[in-house]
Each structure stands twice: as structure tokens, then as C-alpha cells.
């Protein structure tokens, strides 16, 4: 059966400077781990075609398709506050752009490709672990209804990659609305590369944001996009774990899973990420560094603006609105989880969490319970709970509202670990049973409610490169 993909590829119409057209490196023995059905549909690509050996060919890097440009996007970035001038795409490969049945236009790149110009010595690819924890999350998130790329395909490449081990290779086939990011435009500004910088607005302005007037209007817009993907994560308790100015897409989509997580007994200090040993990217601080980021942003978008001291006031006083746009819509997120539509119900729910942290309730089993006769036992102080509960009955909640807020199922750590280690193990079924459960989260599904237990916890994430 023949793959095709209806390409049209307006990124790599631009100038040359923003990427390096390369091609994906071939792999051993490509082996398909799954396809996105639903997803290949919408993209008006046929999902049998993508199971077939020219797809699975396809989704490994190993042929090429008609109307494919592939290509390695140049970015930059401040990596946990430190400015490094040059990333880029160092394992992925943009094959080119499609406009799906919905009309939106997105992008569909290889992840884990083989070495590009951008790959800075490593080896370009990934090993299945965390192939499979992106699938699983990111899919997870779209079910939640929070923005972000998505996984169309995974295979698994018949070869080994060395990490501190030799581990099995994979692919991952990647879709996204966009993938450029706050680093893009960075990496223009920092070399002074004005008519670059011109290119990538104008682009990003067409593509994403079409009401936005000028580079002003694109700052809001984008800071406003930014605002609710944060009160989005706080609201199911997500932890991205690697806020770089590389990892913020401009389209306001979740981006690059790498060592994340979600709670599980709340607290809003918590950090998972190996490397991130001031807790910089902690649970509570993903706001202010998503501000700190589009600070970075606009200073980008300043080398456009014929005056730079008026344009710098212009963009503080628009930077300095991201409260009025972030409080409201964490308030709505956090209102509709216990019911309740009243942006005044604010401190009812900082109570609500301030107990939840001081007992270590878990997050997701806590909001889940409520209006039940097990929410109290997540308590180990019921009295206060009691109190709290009093309060909040006399608001009259909407349970129906709880009941489509509130996920039953998150993709747990320690499942996730678990599907990974059975997957390194040659066994797949794991993954795709967790799978299952975590697209359908709003549905009671014992087995992946449980939290951990203190043995299964899992307390460090890594990021795989």
C-alpha cells in the first residue's frame, strides 16, 4: 500500500538562514509500536497506509515521500537562565507541513532521526523510553483538552542507542501546529539578522496569529496563549520540568516532553526533573517562568520596532498585564474543578489546596472525590476538611461541571516507568493498555487511579538525550 501525505511546505519557503534542509538518517530494522488513527484521519492520511511497509519505512526515516522537504530548524534559547546562542534541532527532522480536514496547517516531523547540523556531537536519536512517555502524555494531554503537539506514529528502529547503557532505539512521528518557539526568534535577534527576524513574524503572525497588527499585538497574543497553557497544567497538576526558552512554543501548544510529570501527593514546590536542582521549573513557579519567558521574547521583538525606547515601554506595560490575564483563568480552571463558576470563589480553593498540601492529599484523587463519601479520607486532618466541605456545599456546586473537569486517570509515573521497562523488555502491551486509559481520563478506571505506593515511587525524571 502506497503512504501519502498531502505536503505543503510553507517553512522551508523561508529563508535559508532558518534551517538546514537534511535528510533523516536510515535505521536497521524498523518495527511499528503504534499509529494514531484519529489523528492520521484528520491530517487526510489513510492509517493503514502509515501500517504498511513503505509506512512504517516512512515513520523510521528510511524512504522518502513525494512533497516531503526535510528539514532542521535553527533556534536558540536560555537554557535554565543561561543564554546559549546555538540549539536547532538536534534529533528531529521536520518532513514538511499538512492541512487537515480542519483546515488548520500543522507540522509533522521525525524525533529521533539521526544527527543534523544542529546535533552539537550527539548521536541525533532516541531510545524508546522516552519515545513511549511522550506518546503517552502528550496524547494525555489532548484528551484532557490542553493544548499540545500530539503523536501520530512510533516505531522502533532495530538498533541500540548508548546512553548509559545500550538501549533500544525508536522514533517518535510528531505532529504540532507549529514547532517554532520563543528560541527561534532569539536566535535571529542575537545575531542581528533583521530581515530573518521580519520573516519569522510575518510567518508567525500569518500562520497563528492572523488579528495581530504588528509585533505588539503578536506579544499579547502570544503572552495570552502562554497565560491559560499555565493555568491548563496547574489545573491537572502537570509538571513540564524544562521551561527553556527552547521548549515555549509561540503557538501556545505544550512542547517537548521531556523529564516531566504529573503530582501525585500535592505540593507546590514539587520538582521532578533531575536537572533541575534550584527547583527552578517547580510546580508554583511555571507561571513566573513562563513570564520570564516572554520577557525574552520581547526583547526579540524590540530590534523590529523603529524606536526601541518607546517600543520597550510599550512591551513592559503589556508583559506587566500577565496577572490580569493568568489569575482569572487559573481561577476558572480551578473553580470548575470543584464546581463552581464564580471567579469570587478564589479562596476557596487556595483553602481547599493549602490542606491538601499540609496532608499531602493526592491531586487528582483528591478533586475527583469530591461531592463523594470517600473525599474525606484523602484527609489526615478530616475536621478541617469537614469544615472546608461545609463551606463549599453551601456554594452549590455543579457536579456535572466536577465530572468534566476533573480526570479520574493522569499518566502516572510509575506507570509509566513500568510500560517502559516492559517496552525495553520486548513487551509493548503495557504501553498500549496504559494508553488506552489515559485518552479516555475523564472515565473511572480503577487500575490507573491507584496512586503510587511508597515503594513505586518515583521521586527523579530524566530527559533521555
Known amino acids: 500500500m502506497t503512504l501519502h501525505i498531502p505536503f505543503d511546505n510553507s517553512y522551508a519557503r523561508l529563508p535559508a538562514q532558518m534551517f538546514a534542509a537534511h535528510a ?11 499509529v494514531n ?17 513503505d509506512g512504517i519505512a516512512a515513520l523510521a526515516g528510511n524512504a522518502a515521500l513525494p512533497g516531503s522537504h526535510p528539514i532542521a530548524t535553527a533556534y536558540a534559547g536560555h537554557q535554565f537562565g543561561h543564554w546559549n546562542p546555538q540549539l536547532g534541532d538536534g534529533r528531529a527532522i521536520l518532513l514538511g507541513e499538512v492541512i487537515g480536514k480542519d483546515g488548520i496547517r500543522r507540522d509533522i516531523q521525525l524525533k529521533g532521526a539521526g544527527p543534523t547540523p544542529y546535533s552539537r556531537n550527539g548521536d541525533g536519536r532516541a531510545w524508546l523510553g522516552p519515545i513511549l512517555r511522550e506518546y503517552l502524555v502528550s496524547e494525555a494531554m489532548h484528551a484532557m483538552g490542553i493544548p499540545t503537539t500530539r503523536a501520530l506514529a512510533a516505531v522502533t528502529t532495530g538498533e541500540t542507542v548508548r546512553r548509559d547503557t545500550a538501549l533500544p532505539g525508536a522514533v517518535l512521528t510528531r505532529v504540532a501546529t507549529s514547532h517554532i518557539r520563543v528560541g527561534t526568534f532569539q536566535f535571529f535577534a542575537s545575531r542581528n539578522d533583521i530581515d530573518a527576524l521580519h520573516a519569522l513574524t510575518d510567518h508567525v503572525i500569518a500562520r497563528h496569529y492572523p488579528d495581530a497588527t504588528g509585533p505588539a499585538d503578536l506579544l499579547r497574543m502570544v503572552m495570552t496563549r502562554q497565560a491559560h497553557l499555565m493555568a491548563a497544567w496547574a489545573s491537572v497538576g502537570f509538571i513540564h520540568g524544562v521551561m527553556n526558552t527552547d521548549n515555549m512554543a509561540i503557538s501556545g501548544e505544550t512542547i517537548d516532553y521531556g523529564p516531566c510529570a504529573f503530582l501525585d501527593s500535592y505540593h507546590p514546590d514539587t520538582v521532578f526533573s533531575s536537572i533541575d536542582t534550584q527547583g527552578r521549573y517547580a510546580y508554583a513557579n511555571q507561571p513566573r517562568v513562563a513570564l520570564w519567558n516572554i520577557a525574552q521574547f520581547a526583547t526579540a521583538l524590540v530590534q523590529l520596532m523603529p524606536d526601541a525606547d518607546a517600543a520597550i515601554a510599550d512591551f513592559t506595560a503589556i508583559i506587566n498585564t500577565f496577572p490580569d490575564i493568568y489569575d482569572p483563568a487559573w481561577t476558572a480552571r480551578f473553580g470548575a474543578k470543584i464546581g463552581l463558576a ?12 493549602a490542606l491538601m498540601a499540609h496532608d499531602g492529599a493526592d491531586f487528582t484523587n483528591t478533586f475527583a472525590a469530591l461531592g463523594t463519601d470517600t473525599a474525606r479520607d484523602h484527609f489526615l486532618n478530616r475536621d478541617d476538611f469537614d469544615a472546608w466541605a461545609i463551606r463549599w456545599q453551601a456554594r452549590a456546586p455543579d457536579t456535572a461541571l466536577m465530572a468534566a473537569t476533573n480526570p479520574q486517570v493522569i499518566p502516572r509515573t510509575h506507570l509509566i516507568e513500568a510500560a517502559i521497562k516492559a517496552g525495553t523488555d520486548g513487551d509493548l502491551a503495557p504501553f498500549h493498555i496504559m494508553l488506552a486509559a489515559v485518552t479516555a481520563p475523564f472515565s473511572a478506571n480503577p487500575a490507573y487511579a491507584k496512586p503510587p505506593r511508597e515503594d513505586e515511587k518515583v521521586r527523579q525524571t530524566f530527559c533521555g538525550t
Do not use: C, K
Open 37 to 53: 488513527d484519529d489523528l492520521a484521519r484528520l491530517l487526510r492520511i489513510d492509517p493503514a497506509a502509515l501500517r504498511s511497509p
Open 24 to 34: 533523516p538518517t536510515p535505521v536497521r530494522a524498523p518495527a511499528l509500536i503504534a
Open 342 to 353: 464564580d471567579l469570587n470563589d478564589g479562596p476557596l480553593i487556595t483553602d481547599l489546596l
